[in-house]
């Protein structure tokens, strides 16, 4: 079974609660601090929970080489050196403070996915109130130890991992002391096309884990995060830029400021409409009830006179007997007089004659 509800930074997150849409700024900022508060600004006008960053050097992910293993070939990345990505694609840690004092300023939670355990350590000095483990560091079990021991919730992207791989995060998370824990379905592809998203995993991650499901999107639009919803995702993670005709190391796949308030608005549309399961009527429908079909008398009707298919019909409105009592009704004589447009009622209809066997 899913976990039970859970709150970062006083918001509850889990089946319960409409879903948490967390902004990723990621390199968006493309190196100007400035953007980079514009973008939280945006966030939060379009109605993001939070906005999360990533907190890594190019020197503590990977070592400047230019050999063909460091090098990236296809995709938005073709040609880059994995060195030259990363420190083109950092945010500077010198503006984290200033970032998540915007945050507090414009009411969104402000976190990180940290990559190594400096990052964890700095992080902690911050006072962050999450750690996100990305997809690609989900087998680094002793980052996931200490993000967990922090106490604070943990978000785990699952991109590239098997179940066994998930399973042993999981177990290194909880070991460590982790309490509160959301798995994302992810696929770790930049774009990733809509029939390759999956989303029906969301659930299945969520039952076989016992951690609150979610969804880290990189799809183009926003389809398949409300998919996502639709299927049990609480947490919906998703890419935000100023404009994609800007540019960055993240833009072609990337929302922009109106996109991600539709977002906001159909994953939290999606979630209100789940309700729950019932036959019972809605407020909505109640006076619709008077236009199903039931049975009227469509020519007048004397005393004594056979009800049959000329006189008696199934219509709207809905008033009359309903139309399942016809085939027991014909044949039957009228108990009075009725004119053209009665709505049928069981002392309309003369009681039946008993048979005589004297």
Same mark, same amino acid.
């Given at each position: 079974?899913?976990?039970?509800?859970?709150?970062?930074?006083?918001?509850?997150?889990?089946?319960?609660?409409?879903?948490?849409l967390l902004?990723?700024?990621?390199?968006?900022?493309?190196?100007?601090?400035?953007?980079?508060?514009?973008?939280?600004?945006?966030?939060?006008?379009?109605?993001?929970?939070?906005?999360?960053?990533?907190?890594?050097?190019?020197?503590?992910?990977?070592?400047?080489?230019?050999?063909?293993?460091?090098?990236?070939?296809?995709?938005?990345?073709?040609?880059?050196?994995?060195?030259?990505?990363?420190?083109?694609?950092?945010?500077?840690?010198?503006?984290?403070?200033?970032?998540?004092?915007?945050?507090?300023?414009?009411?969104?939670?402000?976190?990180?996915?940290?990559?190594?355990?400096?990052?964890?350590?700095?992080?902690?000095?911050?006072?962050?109130?999450?750690?996100?483990?990305?997809?690609?560091?989900?087998?680094?079990?002793?980052?996931? $130890?200490?993000?967990?021991?922090?106490?604070?919730?943990?978000?785990?992207?699952?991109?590239?991992?098997?179940?066994?791989?998930?399973?042993?995060?999981?177990?290194?998370?909880r070991g460590?002391?982790?309490?509160?824990?959301?798995?994302?379905?992810?696929?770790?592809?930049?774009?990733? $096309?809509?029939?390759?998203?999956?989303?029906?995993?969301?659930?299945?991650?969520?039952?076989?884990?016992?951690?609150?499901?979610?969804?880290?999107?990189?799809?183009?639009?926003?389809?398949?995060?409300?998919?996502?919803?639709?299927?049990?995702?609480?947490?919906?993670?998703?890419?935000?830029?100023?404009?994609?005709?800007?540019?960055?190391?993240?833009?072609?796949?990337?929302?922009?400021p109106n996109?991600?308030?539709?977002?906001?608005?159909?994953?939290?549309?999606?979630?209100?409409?789940?309700?729950?399961?019932?036959?019972?009527?809605?407020?909505?429908?109640?006076?619709?009830?008077?236009?199903?079909?039931?049975?009227?008398?469509?020519?007048?009707?004397?005393?004594?006179?056979?009800?049959?298919?000329?006189?008696?019909?199934?219509?709207?409105?809905?008033?009359?007997?309903?139309?399942?009592?016809?085939?027991?009704?014909?044949?039957?004589?009228?108990?009075?007089?009725?004119?053209?447009?009665?709505?049928?009622?069981?002392?309309?209809?003369?009681?039946?004659?008993?048979?005589?066997?004297?």
């Amino acid at each position: 079974m899913p976990a039970e509800s859970f709150a970062l930074a006083g918001r509850p997150i889990g089946p319960g609660h409409p879903p948490y849409l967390l902004a990723e700024l990621s390199g968006n900022h493309n190196g100007d601090i400035n953007r980079a508060f514009a973008i939280l600004e945006a966030a939060a006008a379009a109605g993001a929970d939070a906005v999360k960053l990533q907190t890594y050097t190019a020197d503590t992910l990977t070592i400047d080489h230019d050999g063909p293993e460091f090098r990236i070939e296809g995709g938005p990345w073709d040609g880059y050196t994995l060195y030259q990505l990363y420190e083109e694609a950092h945010t500077p840690w010198d503006w984290h403070k200033s970032l998540f004092e915007k945050g507090r300023e414009l009411g969104l939670a402000v976190f990180s996915t940290p990559f190594d355990k400096t990052a964890v350590d700095f992080l902690e000095d911050l006072n962050a109130p999450a750690y996100k483990i990305a997809s690609f560091e989900i087998l680094d079990l002793p980052l996931i $130890e200490r993000c967990a021991a922090t106490g604070k919730p943990l978000i785990m992207s699952t991109g590239l991992a098997n179940s066994r791989e998930i399973g042993e995060a999981v177990a290194a998370a909880r070991g460590a002391g982790c309490r509160d824990l959301v798995l994302l379905h992810c696929v770790s592809g930049y774009p990733t $096309e809509p029939g390759d998203a999956n989303v029906r995993t969301v659930p299945h991650l969520g039952q076989t884990f016992d951690a609150i499901p979610g969804l880290s999107d990189h799809t183009r639009g926003i389809a398949v995060s409300v998919a996502a919803v639709a299927l049990g995702a609480c947490f919906i993670e998703k890419h935000l830029t100023l404009n994609r005709a800007d540019g960055g190391p993240d833009a072609g796949f990337s929302l922009e400021p109106n996109e991600f308030a539709d977002l906001v608005r159909s994953c939290r549309t999606a979630w209100d409409a789940l309700g729950r399961v019932t036959d019972e009527r809605t407020e909505s429908e109640r006076g619709n009830a008077a236009f199903r079909r039931s049975l009227y008398v469509v020519a007048d009707v004397a005393a004594g006179d056979t009800f049959s298919e000329d006189n008696l019909r199934s219509i709207r409105p809905g008033h009359g007997l309903a139309p399942k009592h016809m085939p027991d009704i014909l044949g039957r004589r009228a108990a009075r007089s009725l004119p053209r447009g009665t709505a049928l009622d069981w002392d309309m209809i003369a009681p039946e004659a008993k048979e005589n066997h004297g």
